[in-house]
T-cell receptor
Framework: DAKTTQPNSMESNEEEPVHLPCNHS???????IHWYRQLPSQGPEYVIH???SNVNNRMASLAIAEDRKSSTLILHRATLRDAAVYYC????????????FGTGTRLQVTL | ETGVTQSPTHLIKTRGQQVTLRCSSQ?????VSWYQQALGQGPQFIFQ???????GRGNFPPRFSGLQFPNYSSELNVNALELDDSALYLC??????????????FGPGTRLTVL
């Protein structure tokens, strides 16, 4: 499985944008980039995914570098409810159904 | 639409015992995956069930086994429990089986403590 590297933790103020980085220098051409997050005392939940182009949904935006070796999850206005561990995951066609989690980035949001 | 449910919520066992954890898939989902999450770590893939057969296994010994039923619900069985088996066990359901990138929906997990 291709590996991802994320900072262990980040902090943000409420109502401000948050940029969560992920490095995946060994990504292959067919790997999709997925993001999940895990709120305290809950199972992970899907946030967003993409292949090459930037993606937007109601929760977040995903910016993918042109060489695809890195990506950034963008929360446009962080709220206290966004405090969670965010996982960047690569999914390849051979093992697409399996999610390989790293240790993720713990996001703290303060007033 | 009912989400993924798991039972029990918490469980305490002693070394050497056996345990069965249960998972009900989200309505319409035919694939179930199980993950183990140790404290402070990300979830680790145990195995996946599709069409009542195991399809893909992570780095877990054979004493971890499972079942999927015709209604797509699933069980995770762990024999000969060890202290290191203490963890949060997560079940995730999805549609489409292996080789798909579909979103996985997770349950709240079962917290297993082995003494």
């Amino acid at each position: 499985d291709a590996k991802t590297t994320q900072p262990n933790s980040m902090e943000s103020n409420e109502e401000e944008p948050v940029h969560l980085p992920c490095n995946h220098s060994t990504i292959s051409g067919t790997d999709y980039i997925h993001w999940y997050r895990q709120l305290p005392s809950q199972g992970p939940e899907y946030v967003i995914h993409g292949l090459t182009s930037n993606v937007n949904n109601r929760m977040a935006s995903l910016a993918i570098a042109e060489d695809r070796k890195s990506s950034t999850l963008i929360l446009h206005r962080a709220t206290l409810r966004d405090a969670a561990v965010y996982y960047c995951i690569l999914r390849d066609p051979g093992t697409a159904s399996k999610l390989t989690f790293g240790t993720g980035t713990r996001l703290q949001v303060t007033l | 639409e009912t989400g993924v449910t798991q039972s029990p919520t918490h469980l305490i066992k002693t070394r050497g015992q056996q345990v069965t954890l249960r998972c009900s898939s989200q309505s319409g989902h035919n694939t179930v995956s199980w993950y183990q999450q140790a404290l402070g770590q990300g979830p680790q893939f145990i195995f996946q069930y599709y069409r009542e057969e195991e399809n893909g296994r992570g780095n877990f010994p054979p004493r971890f086994s499972g079942l999927q039923f015709p209604n797509y619900s699933s069980e995770l069985n762990v024999n000969a429990l060890e202290l290191d088996d203490s963890a949060l066990y997560l079940c995730a359901s999805s549609w489409g089986g292996p080789q798909t990138y579909n979103e996985q929906f997770f349950g709240p997990g079962t917290r297993l403590t082995v003494l």
